[in-house]
């Protein structure tokens, strides 16, 4: 069965710094993965996705994901957060969409 | 180029009445899944269908849920005889076919039951 982990309920960071979240999956074959993002009453914005291919991805809005597959992970990066990024974030793996239970960003000043 | 469209954005229902949830999937978009996000937890997968037909229900309840696609109009997801744990947001998505390059989400209807 496909599941994913996001092992941080809510992260804390100052603006300017730099963000990482985190996602590890488990996934019978070479998985799926993705990101995406939900701003507070909203629906999912997809950040990025990963098939094939370089395990480096580039995403919208400066993000980056890479994938491991030793590690059976799939974190998220972001060098310099601003403070439009604080939502929640969710990890998903497989076609139809398995979600992690997703982190939460908060951005200070 | 209007994306996912869900209606109505919030609905309150009495225990025992029904609920109707509509999606307008993208224009293009013959694909159409429906996810449930509970409060504090992520979202999941609760069926999947395209024009006139339901592919995959494996995430339904067994009672009271049901779902459709009909060949004109939006999908409806439909709730008979809600009760209070129904209350939750849930969120369409659409896809152009049938490999998942990244469904596009409508912005979710937020169901509440009193």
């Known amino acids: 069965a496909q599941s994913v982990t996001q092992p941080d309920i809510h992260i804390t960071v100052s603006e300017g710094a730099s963000l990482e979240l985190r996602c590890n999956y488990s996934y019978g074959a070479t998985p799926y993965l993705f990101w995406y993002v939900q701003s507070p009453g909203q629906g999912l914005q997809l950040l990025l996705k990963?098939?094939?291919?370089?395990?480096l991805v580039q995403g919208i809005k400066g993000f980056e994901a890479e994938f491991k597959r030793s590690q059976s992970s799939f974190n998220l990066r972001k060098p310099s957060v601003h403070w439009s990024d604080a939502a929640e974030y969710f990890c998903?793996?497989?076609?139809?969409?398995?979600f992690g239970a997703g982190t939460t960003v908060t951005v200070r000043a | 180029n209007a994306g996912v469209m869900q209606n109505p954005r919030h609905l309150v229902r009495r225990r025992g009445q029904e609920a109707r949830l509509r999606c307008s999937p993208m224009k293009g978009h013959s694909h159409v899944y429906w996810y449930r996000q509970l409060p504090e937890e992520g979202l999941k997968f609760m069926v999947y269908?395209?024009?006139?037909?339901?592919?995959?229900e494996s995430g339904m309840p067994k009672e009271r849920f049901s779902a459709e696609f009909p060949k004109e109009g939006p999908s409806i997801l439909r709730i008979q005889q809600v009760v209070r744990g129904d209350s939750a947001a849930y969120f369409c998505?659409?896809?152009?076919?049938?490999?998942?390059?990244?469904?596009?989400f409508g912005s979710g209807t937020r169901l509440t039951v009193v």
């Open positions: 990963y098939f094939s291919g370089d395990t």
């Open positions: 998505a659409s896809s152009p076919r049938e490999s998942n390059y990244g469904y596009t």
């Open positions: 269908l395209q024009k006139e037909n339901i592919i995959d």
């Open positions: 998903a793996v497989g076609a139809k969409l398995s």
